[in-house]
């Protein structure tokens, strides 16, 4: 089945320094890819996304492309702000499956990235 | 933004008790979903429905209920809860197109005591 690996954290860095978080996947079909953010107490956000190979999602600095050849979506941001403290999950939608969308997406286990001042 | 609401954000309550978790949206999603997100962070989908009068079990088994009698409203049901439901609640919905991006709501944390 479908599944969705990533970088284990937790990841601190100092402000303005540069972030990576590792994203790989195995799929069937065409899937759509995502990074969604989760704020302490709260739930989750999309921050970005990629509906086919070579797409390049971005958002609030966040980037990150949807690489077919490598099954990869790594997250990135130049320079990180403490506000970026949070849990990012990326995820894959099942793709279309004889015609038939069933919509369920597949997580990755999380990331913490703290950010210091 | 995405209007998706869930009630209590925060519930605690004794082992037996019978407890309903509220979901509403308001963007008239034909997908709805409820996922249990555990300490440790990992999401798993718990329940889901494609519309009205539908509803499927996830990949995790629970002793939890869900019904979807109006497009909007998703609400899951606990029977009889046990300190091993603790957990945080979320749901979600979608719309019908492709992407399958899901809008989540703020989550209900749940404490059995």
């Known amino acids: 089945g479908d599944s969705v690996t990533q970088m284990e954290g937790p990841v601190t860095l100092s402000e303005e320094a540069f972030l990576t978080i590792n994203c790989t996947y195995t799929a069937t079909g065409y899937p759509s890819l995502f990074w969604y953010v989760q704020y302490p107490g709260e739930g989750l956000q999309l921050l970005l996304k990629?509906?086919?190979?070579?797409d390049k999602g971005s958002n609030k600095g966040f980037e990150a492309t949807y690489r077919k050849e490598t099954t990869s979506f790594h997250l990135e941001k130049g320079s990180v702000q403490v506000s970026d403290s949070a849990v990012y999950f990326c995820a894959l939608s099942e793709g279309n499956a004889g015609g038939t969308s069933y919509g369920k997406l597949t997580f990755g286990q999380g990331t913490i990235l703290t950010v210091h001042p | 933004e995405a209007d998706i609401y869930q009630t209590p954000r925060y519930l605690v309550i004794g082992t037996g008790k019978k407890i309903t978790l509220e979901c509403s949206q308001t963007?008239?999603?034909?997908?709805m979903y409820w996922y249990q997100q555990d300490p440790g962070m990992e999401l798993h989908l718990i329940h889901y429905s494609y519309g009205v009068n539908s509803t499927e079990k996830g990949d995790l088994s629970s002793e939890s209920t869900v019904s979807r009698i109006r497009t909007e409203h998703f609400p899951l049901t606990l029977e009889s809860a046990r300190p091993s439901h603790t957990s945080q609640y979320l749901c979600a919905s979608s719309v019908r197109d492709r992407t399958h991006e899901q809008y989540f709501g703020p989550g209900t944390r749940l404490t059995v005591t």
């Open positions: 963007m008239g999603h034909d997908k």
């Open positions: 990629a509906t086919k190979a070579d």
